[in-house]
């Protein structure tokens, strides 16, 4: 099979090409796993943090990607939740010990990192740990859906908000757009205001329907009862702790920090960004619970979902795009056609 893979860390601003197209063996299913002819691939951060050393896989080379839309041509003999041919999606969760914070469990393996993933014609991932599509979107409108919409429903449900209350966006690409949407649905009455640092960001989220669109150190006008954080860099935390209401939460949905900026953090100030009782919480991951959970969520919307496609063997254009920030919705490759 073709695939693009990984076989060493590297600085994609020194190698602007750190994967190789490569021609693999055919991967082949155990008694509990099917085996996926990968039409699409989501590039998601998270590859980044992969590729650049943050999110390090334990074993090189291998083939990223965690973003897969696909269909179902064998399956193991214990398989039973899809027929031949089904379309199915694969997200971060490759596998896990099934519980509702599976997500945090030492048995917590990722798709793309911990086993090999969808920048390749074919992937094998356990039945339980596969999804069916909704019909209402493309093989590349969904494939985003598999991360960046799972885990931002689990951000947006870890924000606790309330319908009537205040929420902030802060970044906005492949995850943000998809919340805006997703927290317009589940929470009408919500006002919803977009830090983001270009001009054609902020216009995405105006379009999208949100309340206000600022840049990441402009003051909205209302302090939001919580921020979900969707960067990459530190300069977002510090605005955002600085901008929550009292009480208010701050989601950090990253699975990796860049430290670029890092240094920006020793200048946080007890009286101004954590007193008065405000949160702080992470993302660690996504479950199978909450992909199941959201994407009825998504189809019943249904969500818009922006998506700009790429080969596979552009892969490396891609990834080297989003590095560099140029983003509106997500990335996807295209691996086969549609069937």
């Not at 179902?72 to 199915?88: E, I, N, T």
């Not at 999804?131 to 209402?136: A, F, G, M, Q």
């Not at 931002?152 to 309330?162: E, H, V």
């Not at 929550?244 to 960004?273: C, F, T």
């Amino acid at each position: 099979m073709r695939a693009m893979v990984l076989p060493a860390i590297a600085d994609l601003e020194r190698n602007p090409a750190p994967l190789q197209p490569m021609t693999l063996p055919d991967p082949v299913p155990g008694d509990h796993e099917i085996l996926v002819r990968v039409s699409v691939c989501g590039v998601c951060h998270t590859e980044l943090d992969e590729i650049e050393g943050r999110t390090p896989p334990p074993r090189l080379p291998v083939v990223p990607g965690h973003e897969i839309v696909g269909r179902v041509v064998a399956m193991g003999a214990a398989c039973s939740r899809f027929a031949l041919h089904q379309r199915v999606g694969v997200g971060w969760i490759h596998s896990s010990s099934g519980e509702a914070d599976e997500n945090l469990s030492p048995e917590f393996r990722a798709t793309g990192r911990d086993a090999p993933g969808g920048y390749a014609e074919y992937v094998v991932v356990r039945e339980r740990y596969a999804y069916s599509i909704p019909e209402v979107f493309s093989d590349a409108e969904a494939a985003p859906l598999l991360c960046a919409g799972g885990v931002g429903y689990r951000s947006l449900m870890l924000a606790g908000i309330g319908d009537g209350d205040v929420l902030g966006l802060t970044g906005f690409g492949g995850s943000g757009h998809l919340v805006l949407q997703l927290a317009r649905h589940l929470y009408p009455r919500c006002k919803v205001f977009v830090f983001a640092r270009s001009a054609g960001e902020r216009a995405f989220a105006l379009e999208l329907g949100a309340d206000w669109a600022g840049d990441t150190l402009d003051d909205p006008p209302a302090a939001p009862h919580a921020i979900i954080d969707t960067t990459p860099a530190w300069k977002p935390v510090l605005a955002a702790l600085e901008r929550l209401r009292p009480g208010g939460r701050l989601v950090i949905n990253a699975i990796r920090k860049e430290s670029r900026d890092r240094d920006l953090m020793a200048g946080i100030r007890y009286e101004d960004h954590l007193w008065m009782e405000k949160e702080i919480k992470s993302v660690a991951n996504v479950t199978h619970h909450d992909i199941e959970a959201f994407l009825p969520i998504a189809a019943q919307i249904p969500l818009r979902v922006a998506v700009e496609e790429f080969a596979l063997e552009d892969a490396n254009a891609a990834l080297l795009s989003l590095r560099r920030g140029h983003v509106r919705g997500a990335k996807v490759l295209r691996i086969f056609p549609s069937l």
